[in-house]
């Protein structure tokens, strides 16, 4: 059964949207698993073996997510060849925005001087950088934007729970960022969008939104952190991305020997290699990003994707497949093309 329920295919229409410029920040601060260590009961060998984690990155005290994004939408901009007068839109996926209202979207094209821009956040938890290439997607395939900068930006470190040791060993902070236009280097193939609000309660901030306004009460109970249920979100990550990505398969008629490497959401390495071996991608195709900078949510995929760019690992005639699972629950798939011009 095809659980992708919103999917954009070849064929669908005749335009097709690229990645026309990609761009990430890590900032410089790190917590190491021996940093963890002074801080709850656990050790750097039980964290490397479970998660594949050995450091991540923590914004400094005066960086919000909206500095983190600005940096890497900067970096996408420049390698984009664009100028920030040029953008029509832009997306902002974040679980962590620097406050509940305004949009973070609005603080960063004010500090980028995207004058025309209309600017906007979305929520899909770790999914959220997929679903805003889904949105971004649509939006040029059907002319409504020519170039739409999206943004997966997260302080997650603000929202972990250092008395936690089932979670303060996962997330980090960064930001990955892209140009989406109608020409580029990296076509988007196939996009596929899927949920399951059944679960919604396995991985939650309880308080702070409407339905448990912030008080002393809820500061005291730690519920401003956010909580997952570790064993049970491990399972239904496998199981969604696994399905997330047989569909875009058999939508697109590729095979798991026509893609050249995975693109995961960066969550655990254990996660990543069941979910390669259950698509039958080999696990050396499958970009395992994950010890140098933990779980970054929807900044993980734009980050591990520009950071494997980097070695020159991607070439021309490629197919890479990008996949996300997160809170909501969410999961999302890609397909993207690298083109002969790249
Ligand atoms: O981005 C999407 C959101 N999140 C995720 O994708 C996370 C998915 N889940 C996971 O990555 C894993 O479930 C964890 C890494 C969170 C946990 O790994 P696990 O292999 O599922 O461990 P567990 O929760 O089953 O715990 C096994 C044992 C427990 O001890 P007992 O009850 O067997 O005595 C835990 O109390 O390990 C203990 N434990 C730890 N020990 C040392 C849990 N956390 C730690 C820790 N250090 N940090």
Redesign the pocket.
């Known amino acids: 059964m095809v659980r992708s329920g919103s999917q954009i295919r070849p064929g669908d229409t005749a335009r097709a949207a690229c990645i026309r410029g990609l761009g990430h920040y890590l900032p410089t601060d790190t917590i190491t698993n021996h940093d963890l260590e002074s801080l709850?009961?656990?050790?750097d060998a039980?964290?490397t073996s479970?998660?594949g984690i050995r450091t991540r990155h923590r914004a400094a005290a005066t960086q919000a997510t909206s500095d983190l994004a600005i940096v890497a939408a900067r970096r996408a901009l420049d390698d984009a060849g664009l100028d920030a007068n040029e953008l029509d839109m832009i997306v902002l996926a974040t679980a962590t925005p620097d406050s509940p209202v305004p949009a973070t979207a609005s603080l960063v094209q004010d500090a980028l001087g995207a004058r025309r821009a209309g600017a906007m956040d979305l929520n899909a938890?770790?999914s959220g950088f997929l679903y805003g290439l889904h949105t971004a997607n649509a939006l040029v395939m059907s002319d409504a934007a020519r170039h739409v900068l999206l943004i997966g930006s997260e302080t997650l470190t603000r929202v972990t729970d250092y008395e936690d040791?089932?979670?303060c060993?996962?997330f980090g902070d960064g930001a990955g960022a892209c140009v989406v236009s109608g020409e580029g280097p990296l076509q988007v193939r196939y996009s596929g969008v899927g949920c399951d609000g059944s679960e919604a309660d396995l991985?939650t901030i309880a308080s702070g939104g409407s339905r448990s306004p912030a008080s002393k009460e809820t500061v005291e109970a730690r519920e401003h952190f956010l909580r997952?249920d570790?064993?049970r979100?491990?399972r239904q990550?496998v199981r969604h991305m696994v399905q997330a990505g047989q569909d875009a398969l058999d939508a697109t008629g590729l095979t798991p020997a026509d893609i050249a490497w995975v693109i995961p959401?960066q969550?655990?390495e254990?996660?990543l290699s069941a979910v390669g071996e259950q698509i039958g991608v080999d696990v050396p195709k499958i970009v395992i990003d994950v010890a140098e900078t933990g779980?970054t949510?929807s900044a993980s995929v734009p980050i591990a994707l520009d950071r494997a760019r980097a070695t020159g690992c991607i070439s021309a005639g490629q197919h890479i497949m990008l996949l996300a699972?997160?809170?909501g629950l969410t999961w999302a798939c890609q397909i993207l093309r690298v083109r002969e011009s790249n």
Do not use: E, P, Q, Y
């Open positions: 709850v009961k656990t050790d039980w964290i479970r998660t938890g770790c040791r089932r979670t060993i996962l991985i997952l570790g064993g979100v491990f990550a959401h969550a655990n254990r996660i779980n949510s699972f997160g809170a």
